[in-house]
């Protein structure tokens, strides 16, 4: 459940914690239609020991737009609560007004008229400027990173992560956990660890397949002034399902109840009065992960990218959830005594980059990691007339634009995009430069396959990868969004079963049913497959949008969503 008293509130069981939940003054801001940077950041925390969270940074250091999802469903027990609210019912659960900056950072509606209003968020110079002022108040915070930081960006890409591993040793980063970081490869993931990374590198779930043994640390104990702080981390628990196994043979991954209870059990015997999960397992993985081992008291999770402005409490564990790419730095502050933790403040601090002044140290950092690939990232390929956006369950426009591109471009029936959370979104009237094609399609198995699929097939791998977004157990939901389709449409009931979820595939060039017999020719990309061959998607993407000149996404409507 989520317990609020009221939107500055975040009451923590009333037998246990009381805390506050803090966009600080921004009820206040919102009616003046003011920002400033000290209330955004707020002031001096409570408690005795602070924690910062970043997480799901994609590697984006320069400020962006980036639109929070229309659609974000759950199913079963977690059906309409927290993160599974947007919309409407999101500002009511939070007390948002329509038209305010908490509107604008946390919802999708009317997005690109308050874009224009409050600019672009993000930007690691930005949220540099709040860690300084942050520790200039609590010295001593900690700096957590959830994962996904060294992949998302051409900068990225093209230097292995090393531009991330500087930028976030720079930030003062303390640990970190993982997910995308290993389709680096995992040579390279431990060239990184024990070479050029400053935080410690942390997997309690991580194994060496062949011998069953840890494979990188679990935890790390922090002393903070009188306190013992345990640190634990948990890696995206399905890698070699929903990433390519081949990069990193030798590692095995999982959830790994058993393992994360001795690990829980291992940091108190060691005198830790307050344990905390840095966690990329997603947010309904670490809502059933804190059912089921007592002991954690915050979980700082990640990987779906879910913004949510107050704790969500399951027993005396709150889980905490800080966005991605950059948009939003939470600050924890925990009451810690030799007893444990009595009372937690949580400041969801939205980077405003039109508000928060660049620290000059990063920004100079930032720009010397960019600039030998500035002129390349600069090249405008065209001009969007449309919003472009990826964040949601189903299609983004983003995805419809990758999408018609490999039906034009490899001469396809049928397209098919892995339902990633990653990319800036971009709003009418933008140029559209190489840079902004990277950040949504800079990966290292980039390849844009061109194969043959039989109907029948079609539909078994649609059923598949809904029952890894809608499977009602949260430890089987083992990926990203769905699948985005080009050239098919299809219907989708979220409360059936699996093999029954998807009915009434149509081919939308014709508008005749998916025969099950019948080959489509389908285009694709990012398949986990070794050995998969074509154009980098990012040459097919770029190569449609010099074709089209300005880019104009009509409304997808072939996506029929029944939601219970």
């Known amino acids: 459940m989520i317990a609020r008293r009221h939107f500055l509130q975040a009451g923590l069981a009333a037998s246990a914690l009381v805390g506050a939940s803090g966009f600080g003054n921004w009820a206040r801001l919102a009616a003046q239609q003011s920002l400033t940077q000290d209330d955004l950041i707020g002031g001096p925390g409570s408690g005795t020991v602070s924690l910062i969270h970043i997480t799901d940074i994609h590697a984006q250091t ?108 720079a930030l003062g980063t303390e640990a970190m956990t993982s997910h995308w970081e290993f389709t680096l490869g995992s040579d390279r993931v431990r060239e990184i660890v024990e070479g050029e990374l400053d935080p410690a590198f942390l997997g309690a779930n991580i194994f060496d397949a062949e011998w069953d043994e840890p494979a990188f640390e679990p935890m790390k104990m922090f002393e903070r002034g009188d306190a013992r702080i345990a640190v634990i981390g948990q890696a995206f628990p399905y890698m070699p399902i929903a990433n390519p196994g081949w990069m990193f043979p030798e590692l095995s991954f999982g959830i790994r109840q058993e393992r994360m209870a001795e690990v829980v059990q291992s940091a108190r015997d060691q005198g830790a009065e307050a344990v905390v999960l840095l966690s990329h397992n997603g947010f309904d993985v670490d809502r059933k992960l804190a059912e089921d081992i007592p002991g954690i008291d915050v979980i700082l999770t990640g990987h779906t990218h879910d913004a949510i402005p107050e704790p969500v409490m399951v027993g005396k564990t709150a889980l905490i959830a800080s966005g991605s790419h950059g948009k939003f730095v939470s600050r924890v502050d925990l009451d810690v005594d030799a007893s444990g933790v009595k009372g937690i403040e949580h400041r969801l601090i939205p980077i405003f980059s039109d508000v928060i002044e660049p620290d000059a140290d990063m920004a100079a950092l930032v720009n010397e990691t960019r600039a ?147 080959t489509y020719v389908v285009a694709g990309w990012a398949s986990v497959n070794e050995g998969t061959e074509g154009p980098p998607i990012w040459e097919v993407v770029e190569n449609h949008i010099r074709r089209q000149g300005t880019v104009s996404i009509d409304p997808n409507q072939s996506v029929d969503v029944v939601a219970g």
């Open 62 to 169: 320069q400020p962006i737009y980036f639109r929070e999802p229309e659609i974000n469903l759950g199913v079963g027990a977690v059906t309409g609560l927290p993160p599974h609210i947007t919309g409407a019912a999101f500002r009511e659960a939070f007390g948002i007004k329509d038209g305010s900056p908490r509107d604008y950072a946390l919802t999708s509606e009317d997005f690109v008229s308050l874009a224009r209003a409050y600019g672009r968020m993000g930007g690691l110079d930005r949220i540099a400027t709040v860690v300084k002022a942050i520790k200039a108040d609590r010295p001593e915070a900690l700096v957590l990173d959830g994962g996904d930081t060294w992949q998302g960006s051409l900068p990225a890409l093209r230097t292995e992560g090393a531009d991330m591993v500087r930028l976030f040793n």
């Open 372 to 518: 030998p690939f500035a002129e390349e990232m600069s090249e405008v390929l065209g001009t969007t007339d449309s919003l472009l956006f990826r964040r949601g369950n189903f299609n983004g426009t983003w995805d419809d634009l990758i999408c018609n591109a490999l039906i034009a471009e490899r001469e396809a029936d049928i397209a098919l995009s892995p339902g990633f959370r990653w990319g800036a979104s971009m709003i009418p009237g933008q140029e559209i430069t190489r840079e902004d094609v990277f950040n949504v399609t800079a990966m290292s198995y980039p390849e844009a396959y061109r194969t043959e699929m039989t109907g029948e097939f079609l539909h078994t791998v649609m059923e598949d990868v809904a029952d890894n977004l809608f499977n009602p157990d949260p430890y089987y939901q083992q990926g990203g969004d769905m699948v985005r389709v080009g050239g098919m449409g299809y219907r989708i009931d979220v409360a059936k079963a699996q093999g029954e979820r998807i009915t009434e595939m149509t081919l939308l060039s014709t508008g005749e049913a998916i025969d099950p017999s019948k």
